[in-house]
């Protein structure tokens, strides 16, 4: 919104009318172009991942690292109170599909190192598939400035179509390069920073997965929960890690 808005007050500053940049033509063949250019490059499902992973671009969804730390260390607790098997009758209470994959796999036996090894896989799975969903639109930003050089060609070419009418060639020549703009702005101002923001929470959340897996595999191996709390709180920004009083 304030690069939107910067843009525009510009143009108002400058004396122009934000009208004259808004064209429904340019808009057309510069977000038509791209998006065409995107679905060649890639697999359809990749494309489709890319626009799924609009919403994680475009909001700030916080994840609750200290409440997972303190589900882990309560499971420890129970665990080494109870044993392993007591752990399956939390399963409901875990929301989570990947922390409940990883607690299910400790209830059924699973050797603490495959546990690792297994939910790794998944981490490094998950995170490849968003990143080239995320990659799907550092390529729109690749494409939008040259499909907007393309529209103000065009554009150009319907001009000297009229160079007869002298009257028609100054508003002529503007229309074709609000293409261009909207081909830059929309690289600059959308596509790249999305595709970074994407690529930053997705690391986020591939940080708060191995989180997991170092508590659940510290679980399994029956560590004591106070040193479990410590390691994983090794996780957590210095803020929200546990203050101990000082007497």
């Known amino acids: 919104m304030l ?9 108002i500053l400058e004396g122009g009318h934000p009208g004259s940049i808004m064209q429904l033509t340019a808009f057309v063949i510069v977000m038509g172009g791209t998006i065409g250019a995107i679905c060649v490059q890639n697999p359809l499902s990749v494309v489709l991942k890319g626009f799924s992973l609009l919403k994680l671009g475009i909001t700030s969804p916080k994840h609750d690292n200290k409440g997972t730390i303190t589900t882990i260390i309560e499971l420890a607790n129970v665990s080494r109170k109870q044993g392993l098997l007591a752990l399956e009758g939390k399963l409901k209470d875990i929301h989570d599909p990947f922390f409940r994959k990883g607690v299910q796999l400790i209830v059924d036996g699973t ?3 495959a546990v690792h090894e297994i939910l790794e ?13 995320a990659k799907v639109w550092e390529a729109a930003g690749g494409y939008a400035p040259t499909i907007g050089i393309i529209g103000a060609v065009l554009g150009l070419i319907h001009v000297m179509e009229n160079l007869a009418d002298p009257s028609k060639l100054g508003g002529g020549i503007a229309v074709a390069f609000v293409a261009t703009v909207y081909g830059v702005g ?20 591939a940080a708060l997965r191995m989180m997991i897996i170092v508590g ?3 679980l399994a191996q029956g560590e004591n929960p ?10 957590l920004p210095e803020s929200e890690r546990t203050k101990e009083e000082k007497k």
């Not at 923001?197 to 959340?205: A, R, S």
């Open 216 to 218: 659940l595999v510290g």
């Open 3 to 11: 690069a939107l808005g910067s843009i525009l007050g510009g143009q």
């Open 226 to 235: 106070r040193l479990l709390q410590e390691k994983l709180e090794g996780y």
């Open 186 to 205: 929309a690289a600059n101002l959308i596509f790249l920073p999305l595709a970074s923001k994407i690529k930053f929470k997705l690391k986020e959340e």
């Open 121 to 133: 896989i998944d981490v490094e799975s998950q995170e490849e598939v968003g990143i080239s969903g």
């Open 111 to 113: 050797d603490p190192k």
